[in-house]
């Protein structure tokens, strides 16, 4: 095994990726696969499709979850995992993180003593959108959180999601991915992608955890819905403002509203919505200055 705590972060190389720290990299091996298949009209179509497979997490000596997951960045998935599900504490020492690439099998080491046999039971993880594990757990977590008041300008939303949906991803390549970003004022740093938006969040934790990365002036963007567990997992990183382009769900505003984070979401061209923690916002941006994008026929008042 090859411990990748001890690991250089990957920085992006190309000029119009400057700003990220981490960027996607949709030519990167193994994680899509050329498939041909046949179109409307009958001709012959060679495709590239995203691939998908198992990642076993473990802490200490009890295996914990089956994730399915693309295969990149698997040590942060699993710290991410393993903190926004409150297997990690924000004190614990971790001494080390192994992955066997050939048994994709990612073990996480502290020098606290743990053993979550009675609390868990194996389990996959699907690639889709189904409910993560222990997500009650999840929410007992949530008990004292207090998010920071910190202050988002509307000029960096509109930057953010004119710089993110440009950016070269696998998601433009190959569809049938979410991805997700941490960003600073109007400056994208990490870009994740996974078959499960879940878990690009939680390689984001992973992401910050291992490289102690403060979550007060943060703003997470995701492709995906404002669900109940995103806005969970958001607000179990300390970050407190969450934006997509897509919709939300009534559940993912409610606790948003109670914890008090800022929710915005069907996020395109000028238009927003802000569903919550709408008091963090400085509207030092003139929309009718912001290009905007066409409305969808037969779309009106929805996603």
Not at 72 to 101: C, H, K, S, W
């Amino acid at each position: 095994m090859r411990n990748v705590l001890t690991e250089g972060t990957q920085l992006a190389e190309l000029d119009d990726l400057s700003e990220y720290l981490i960027a996607p990299d949709p030519q990167a091996r193994r994680l899509t696969r050329a498939v041909t298949g046949w179109d409307h009209e009958g001709q012959v179509q060679e495709i590239n499709v995203v691939e998908e497979r198992p990642l076993t997490i473990y802490l200490n000596a009890q295996e914990i979850v089956t994730a399915m997951t693309i295969g990149d960045y698997p040590d942060y998935l699993a710290l991410g995992f393993l903190r926004n599900q409150g297997m990690l504490n924000r004190d614990d020492e971790i001494t080390g993180v192994d992955y066997d690439e050939d048994l994709e099998v990612v073990v996480v080491r502290t020098a606290r003593q743990t053993d979550y046999e009675d609390k868990m039971r194996r389990k996959t993880r699907t690639s889709g959108c189904a409910v993560g594990t222990v997500f009650g757990d999840m929410m007992e977590g949530l008990e004292g959180v207090v998010l920071p008041q910190a202050a988002v300008r509307t000029s960096w939303l509109y930057a953010l999601s004119a710089k993110i949906n440009r950016t070269p991803s696998l998601y433009l390549q190959a569809g049938a991915i979410h991805g997700t970003v941490l960003c600073c004022g109007d400056r994208p740093l990490v870009y994740m992608e996974d078959v499960g938006r879940h878990n690009a969040v939680d390689k984001i934790a992973g992401w910050m955890l291992s490289e102690g990365v403060s979550a007060d002036d943060k703003i997470l963007y995701t492709t995906g819905r404002l669900t109940s567990e995103m806005v969970i997992k958001t607000a179990m990183m300390g970050i407190p403002v969450l934006a997509s382009r897509s919709g939300f769900t009534a559940w993912g505003v409610e606790i948003a509203q109670q914890l008090g984070l800022t929710l915005i979401g069907r996020m395109k061209g000028r238009r927003f919505i802000c569903l919550s923690g709408e008091e963090r916002l400085l509207r030092d941006a003139d929309p009718a200055a912001i290009a905007d994008e066409p409305r969808r026929a037969g779309r009106k008042g929805t996603t």
